[in-house]
């Protein structure tokens, strides 16, 4: 004969259910959180596939106009010449083709003292509460 507790009802059986769920879901959340995101650069290892083969280009090679390359760069207006800042540099995938781009020298780069054009389209973005917008 059943005794019919509230141990065996259906609702604790779902709710006994859900713990568990969520129980195996907070320790996968704590693991991804803890687990930083893997990067070609820095592990040799894909952070979309996983692979571990990666194509390093030091350098990205940029034609000119004269045939002649340079290394693929920010491109500053100068009075007389064509200025370059910063060098780009990748790391690819080679099984899933991800591609991580790296700027050598963005440390160095200021936004407000380059040429008018480049300080339109670069800006520092930084993980501090926006001053107004949305998220004030
Ligand atoms: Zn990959």
Known sequence: MSNNSDSDSPWQVQIDELRRELALMRTELASLRSSPRTSLKLH???????GTSVLHCNEIRDYNNDNSHSPMS????GVLRKRTIGSFEAYICRQCEFVE???KGAAD??????DKRNRKNIRIVDSETPKDGPFR
């Open 101 to 103: 781009w790296y700027l």
């Open 109 to 114: 780069i200021v936004p407000g003292k380059l």
């Open 44 to 50: 040799n290892r894909c952070p979309s596939c996983q």
């Open 74 to 77: 920010i491109q500053l207006m």
